[in-house]
C-alpha cells in the first residue's frame, strides 16, 4: 500500500460522538455563556501607559525648577533696593520684625555672639549698608572689629565684625536686619556666670590659704608656696576680668552681598523646552529601565526557554 | 489541505456553535490519541467544560475554534496521560493493566487498525491532526506546539511506519 492510498483509507475513518456526549456537551454548552472579560491586561496597558506618560509630563511640567525660584527671589527683592540709595533700604518695622530677639539677662554674664547675613540690590547699596552699620555700631556705643568689602562689576560683598555692648545687642541686631534682606541670622549666647561663680570660689580659697601660709614663720618652703599661690591667684583674676570684658560685648558678623547674576540664557528657552525637558527625563528613564530591565529579561527569557524545553522533553517522553 | 474558515464565522461564533460544529473534530482527534473510545468520550466532555471556562480566552485572528479546542483537547489529555502513567505505575506491583481493545473508526481496515495501535500517542496524535481533522501544517503545528517543519518530520514518520507495518501484515 502506497503512503498516497493510506492517507485516503484513513481519510475515509468516519467516527461520529456518541448521542450520549454530544448530548453530555450539549448541556455544558447551554448552561451559560461567560461573559468576555473586558478588561485584559492588554487594554490596562494601553491605558495604564499613557497616563503615566501624561502623569510624568505633568510633574516635570508643573516642576517650579531652580531657575523660577532664583526669579522669584529677585521679584521679591526688587522693589526694596531701588537705585540703591539709603532711602531706599525697606521700613525698619518690616525688616525688623524677621530679626531674632536676644534673650539676655544683664545680672549675669553671657557671651553673645550674632551673624547676620543680608543680601541688597546693587553694589552701592552695599557701600551706603556698610557705612549704616557703622554708624549704628558707634552710636550704640560700640566699634568694628574689621570691615572687609570687595566689589566685582555688579556684585558687591562685605564682611564687618562689629563689637556691640551687650545690653544692646537686641537693637543693634534689630536695626542691621533692616539695612537689607535677611538671608542667614544666627545667634548664640553663652552663660559664663557659672564659670565666674566657680572661679570667684577657687579664688577665696586660695587667698585663704595665702592668708594661712602668711602667718606661718618664713621658710623657703612657704616662701614658694606664698609665690605660687599669689601667681595662680593672678592668673584666675586675670581670666576673670577676660572672661567679664568679653562678655560685655556682644560680637556681630554681618554679611551685606549683593545676588548673584541671573544666567542670561532663561530668556532663550522656546515654548518647547518644557517639552524638551520631559522628553529628557523619559529618555532618563528608558535608559534606566533597558539597564536594569534588559538583564531581567534575559534570565527570564533564559528561565522560559528551559522551562519550555523541560517540559517538552517530558512531553516526549510521556507520548513516545 | 485547509482547515482555515473566514473570519467572520469565527468571530460570530457563540460557544454552542463551536461545540456542535467541532464535537466530532474534538472527539475523533482524542479517540486517535488515546486510541480509547470510553476513555475519549470522557476527555472530550472534560475538554468542552475547560474550554467553556476559557472560551473568553478565544480569539478567532489567532487561529480557528476548531484549532483552539484541539489545544484544549491536548492538555486535557496530557493530564491523562500523566495521571494514567502514575495509576498504572501503582498498580502494575498488584496486577497487570487491562488491555484495551482499540478502535479508530468505521471504515478501517483490521490491519490499519492494528497498524495504528502500534503507533506512540505522539505519532498517532499528528496523524490525527493532519489526516483524519485535516488541519494545515501551521494549524496542526500551533496545537503541538511545535514548528511546521517538525510537524511535517512527524508526520511524514508516523504515515512511514504506518505504510511499513501495513506492508509486513500484507
Redesign the interface.
Known sequence: MSQRDLVAELRAAHLTAPPGLRERVRLISVEGQPAPRRITWRRALAVAVPVAAAVAATIVFTRPTHQANRDQALERLAPATVHGSAASVPAPTERAAKAFTVPTAPDRAQQVGATLGLRVATAGAVSDAVKRALAITASLGGYPLSVHAQSHGKTAAAMLTLKVPRTHVSEAITRLSALGSIRQEHVDVTDKQAGLNTTDRLIARLQRQLTTLRAQPTTATTTAQIAALVARIEQLQRGEAATRRATHYATIQLSVATPQPTVATHHGHGRLHGVVIALTWLGIGAVYALAIGVPVLLVLAAAWFAVRMVRRRREDALLG | MTSRRPAAYNEQM???QA??AH??DV??YL?WFTSDRFTA?DL??VT??RA??L??RFDPDRGSARTWLCQVARTVA?DH??SE?RRTRREQLAAAPEAVDPR??????AE?ESALARL???ER?V?ALR??L?LDAGAAARVL?ISSTNCTTRLNRA??K??EA??VA?
Open positions: 457563540t460557544f454552542a461545540a456542535e464535537l466530532d472527539y475523533g479517540t468520550e472530550t466532555g468542552f467544560e467553556l471556562r472560551w473568553h496530557l496521560f500523566r502513567k479508530f473508526g468505521e471504515g478501517l481496515s490499519l506512540t500517542p505522539g496524535e496523524v489526516v483524519l485535516d506546539g504515515l512511514k504506518l505504510e501495513l506492508n500484507a
